[in-house]
């Protein structure tokens, strides 16, 4: 049964063999199509579903995670990875990151997308997320901001969190 | 004009420091963690929650608890472990210090794993990093514990030795426990250095220390040689099967020296060594000498030196033979045999090393000129050839011999003096029209073009030119005849007459002879024809190298004798004579009685003989004045046209000496120009330098003796092309 609406379901997928990648994959986001792991994420615990093979070539914590000699390389993929540290509007933005190269950062999601970004080890968007917090730094939130740097030891949102201190 | 955003940054949801309680609780359970990796229970651990409390530590500053505590586990973990290992006897000690180490391996790839953010994060130089601190705590508490180092290696080594002397050995077992000093190397393998290959090498120099030299007294040098290489090639995979390859270059050293570079000069020395490989032309054997001491220091020296002193010794008995010093033919056929034997020796042995080639070819000329035989004797090689020896011989064989010829002239320090000889007996050949071939002859003389240049062989062409004008002249003499007036008069006779350029033909010693009046007349009318057509030129006539045809009426029969001018005369003379002793032949021909002598002898005691001696005495007796001579009445001969020898086919010692003398005229005119030349461009010179400038520009052609320069130098002075410096009598100027 469930095997037949998998094939009914592949064969309404729409493929252009001139898609973008990135397009191609945005699709996959959050679906349960060909997913292979699945996590409970944030406090609400919701349920997201991803593929490993994207995750495992975003991030190396994932790649051990996911085909490492841990638990979850082993276990059934309907059992979900918990992981309460990050919330779930990150978590997806983070998938649309590892999924199309692109992500949308808003002053919602910025602050736990950086601290994602740090966790996952992804360098290059950690500096995007510095940059992006840079340019709203003001008097108001440059203290929290600040914490916010040091602790995932943003160097550049560090500097330019301290010298909108100082002045 | 302001539209700034307003950023209201959410609280952080985490507390802002994290308790000291917290933190505990999370090193407990990581501490639980590494525990249950080190029990082979990973599969039963979240990573996502291990990552996720490492990283909560680090990120609050707890990375202390997380490092130290590390620190602690491993080694209280690696202690226990080394109690396990211990214990094991025997091959067992292998085996379960293998599976310990291979476990622990994976062991702190996990724990990394769950580290990772420390690693990245927390540590700093000189600490290390979280895989190295487990290499570092294994080497510390297992490896180089005095209950497992020494035990480990003795044992490795037991085991190579082993496999040394032929047995099987669990090459995976080994690759992965010498590895392991590998591994827990922190910088440049030290560990692996000093605690293994350092005693490995040691080892190795030690077995093939004694191996080598009990084998090589026990058997022939071509079998120590193959066991070498089959050593070497074991030892290259042994490098490749379980050791690290930055031994590699030191372990075949250390092979090498023991194997090849002590035994070196054995090998050649041995009954069975390289002596004797190269007398019997081993071929395979040397080669492989060759390849093997290639890879030692100056291994390819000795080998080089040990050709190059038989090739010179060969060279030497061949040379001095007293056989061969009276046969210039079989003197060159064998050093054209050796040159061949040799050649082969250096491609297929020596691989055509330049270095080897250059030794051979200084031996080669070391010998060649030890006595001045060599140049007439590579000349009279060629003339021989050239009337006839390459009859049977096809282009390629022609070839080849030629480019042997001219590879042994390289070889000849006083070209000039072959070059006399050659020209002399060139023009003997053309002269008596016996030469083979004229393509030959200029293909022969093209080559020593090529070697020498022009001014070489600008004589030799010189003869070719006057043979083909002499034909001309001798057409024009014939039409000649036939319109003039006093032809008439005179009975025909057949003469042909060649003209030689003086300077391009050697110099014959000059000779008289009456000839016959008929004979005179019409050398007469060509000297006329010629003189007429040639005004300026002037004509010698050099008899005592012509030929002619005499008919011998004999009562039954009559013959045709072809002879040298010279046996003509005397032969014309016993029209008129019955009996004749040599001083009445000398006195009717005006020949010299040298000439008589050696005229004579062919006619009287060769096959043939067409004068008797009266009364008969025995053949071998000198000839004297007195000896009288008659016609041979009675000579059978089935032969219509009999031929007899001018003179014996080789010169005689007077006309070798004469050709010396011509040679050394020759030098002297050589060191002249060359000291002038010299001189010209210098201005002023020390006397050592002239001489040492004057050797070197001359040693193309030959090597001037110094004592010959000097008088060169003293003639010069004499006419006025050079003077002393009158405050220093050393020196030279040039006059101009």
Redesign the interface.
């Known amino acids: 049964m469930i095997s037949a609406v998998h094939s009914l379901e592949i064969s309404n997928l729409q493929i252009y063999k001139e898609e973008k990648l990135e397009d191609k994959f945005k699709k996959y986001i959050n679906n349960p199509l060909f997913s292979d792991v699945c996590f409970k994420v944030g406090k609400t615990e919701q349920l997201i579903y991803a593929h490993k093979f994207v995750l495992a070539t975003t991030s190396e914590v994932w790649a051990v995670q996911l085909f490492g000699s841990f638990q979850e390389a082993k276990q059934d993929s309907k059992q979900p990875i918990l992981v309460p540290d990050i919330e779930a509007d990150v978590f997806l933005s983070l998938l649309t990151y590892a999924y199309t190269s692109h992500i949308e950062l808003t002053q919602e999601n910025a602050v736990g997308v950086l601290y994602a970004s740090n966790k996952y080890n992804l360098p290059s968007l950690r500096k995007y997320c510095g940059e992006y917090l840079s340019a709203l730094l003001n008097a108001e939130n440059c203290c929290d901001l600040l914490q916010h740097a040091l602790t995932v030891k943003e160097e550049s949102l560090i500097k330019q969190s301290i010298s909108c201190i100082q002045n | 004009m302001s539209r ?11 507390p ?1 420091r994290m308790e000291k309680s917290e933190a505990q609780r999370l090193w407990l359970l990581l501490k639980d963690a590494i525990v249950e990796v080190q029990h082979m229970n ?11 409390s490492s ?2 530590l680090v ?1 609050a500053k707890r990375g202390d608890i997380l490092y130290t505590g590390l620190e602690e586990v491993n080694n209280h973990h690696t202690k226990n472990l080394l109690d396990k290992i211990a214990q094991a006897v025997d091959e067992r000690f292998l085996i379960e210090l293998n599976s310990q180490w291979q476990q622990y391996k ?1 062991q702190q790839i ?1 724990i990394h ?1 769950i580290l ?2 420390l690693d ?2 927390y540590v700093k130089e000189p600490q290390l990093k979280v895989f190295d601190l487990g290499m570092f705590k294994w080497k510390q508490n297992v490896l180089i514990h005095s209950q497992i180092n020494d035990r480990l290696v003795r044992m490795l080594l037991g085991l190579i030795h082993m496999e040394r002397n032929g047995e099987v050995i669990d090459g995976a077992l080994m690759k992965s426990l010498i590895q392991m000093y590998v591994d827990v190397s922190l910088k440049e393998k030290e560990t692996y250095k000093q605690e293994f290959e350092e005693r490995f090498l040691l080892a190795t120099s030690h077995f093939y220390k004694s191996e080598s030299n009990l084998f090589i007294t026990n058997n022939s040098c071509g079998a120590y040689l193959k066991k070498v290489e089959i050593r070497l090639i074991e030892e290259e995979a042994r490098i490749k099967q379980y050791l690290d390859e930055s031994t590699g270059p030191k372990l075949i050293k250390a092979c090498e020296d023991e194997l090849i570079a002590n035994h070196m000069q054995t090998m050649i020395e041995m009954e069975t060594g390289c002596r004797t490989m190269i007398q019997n032309d081993r071929f395979n054997e040397l080669k492989l000498m060759y390849r093997l001491f290639q890879r030692v220091e100056n291994g390819l020296v000795h080998l080089k030196n040990e050709f190059a002193g038989y090739v010179r010794n060969e060279g030497h008995k061949i040379v001095n033979q007293p056989e061969n010093l009276k046969d210039p033919n079989a003197l060159i056929t064998s050093l054209i045999e050796i040159r061949n034997r040799f050649e082969k020796t250096l491609s297929q042995s020596f691989a055509n090393n330049r270095d080897f080639i250059n030794s051979v070819n200084t031996a080669f000329e070391s010998f060649l000129n030890e006595n001045d035989k060599l140049s007439e004797s590579l000349a009279l090689f060629i003339d021989k050839k050239l009337r006839g020896g390459f009859k049977d011989s096809n282009d390629q064989e022609i070839d080849v011999i030629m480019n042997k010829v001219i590879l042994l002239f390289r070889f000849l320090s006083d070209k000039d003096v072959f070059k006399k000889f050659y020209e002399h007996y060139l023009a003997k050949r053309l002269l008596s029209g016996r030469s083979f071939s004229e393509d030959l002859e200029r293909t022969m003389i093209s080559k020593f073009k090529q070697e020498c240049g022009n001014q070489f062989t600008s004589k030799m062409e010189g003869m070719f030119t006057d043979m083909r004008l002499s034909k001309d002249a001798l057409d024009g003499f014939k039409n000649y005849l036939q319109t003039s007036v006093e032809m008439g008069k005179l009975p025909k006779i057949d003469m042909s007459v060649r003209v030689l350029t003086q300077g391009f033909w050697p110099t014959f010693p000059p000779h008289s002879c009456t000839l016959p009046p008929l004979l005179s007349q019409y050398c007469d009318l060509f000297t006329k024809y010629y003189c007429h057509a040639h005004t300026g030129r002037r004509i010698i006539w050099q008899t005592n190298i012509g030929t002619a045809e005499v008919t011998f009426r004999l009562p039954k029969k009559t013959h045709v004798l072809a002879l040298s001018t010279y046996q003509m005369l005397i032969m014309l003379l016993f029209n008129d004579a019955e009996k004749l002793s040599l001083k009445q032949m000398a006195a009717g021909t005006s020949i010299s009685f040298m000439d008589i002598q050696r005229s004579v002898k062919p006619l009287y005691s060769g096959k043939y003989k067409v004068l008797k001696r009266t009364p008969a005495v025995e053949k071998s007796k000198e000839l004297s004045e007195n000896d009288i001579f008659e016609l041979n009445l009675n000579l059978k001969c089935k032969l219509h046209r009999i031929k007899f020898a001018a003179t014996s086919q080789t010169d005689s010692e007077p006309e070798r000496q004469h050709t010396r003398q011509r040679v050394d005229e020759d030098r002297k005119i050589e060191i002249d120009a060359a000291i002038v030349r010299i001189m010209k461009s210098r201005k002023a010179l020390i006397h050592n330098d002239l001489i040492v400038e004057c050797t070197k520009q001359l040693s193309s052609r030959f090597v001037p003796q110094t004592s010959m320069i000097k008088k060169r130098i003293e003639n010069l002075i004499e006419r006025e092309y050079l003077e002393r410096f009158p405050d220093d009598r050393r020196r030279y100027r040039y006059l101009a």
Not at chain 2, 4 to 14: C, D, N, S, T, Y
Not at chain 2, 42 to 52: C, D, I, K, N, V
Request: avoid cysteine; hydrophobic fraction near 40%; proline fraction near 3%.
């Open positions: 700034k955003m307003i950023l209201r940054v959410p609280k952080f949801q985490e802002k990973a599969s039963t651990l979240s990573f996502e929650e291990l990552y996720r990283y909560s990120i994976l996990m794993d990772m953010y990245r994060m």
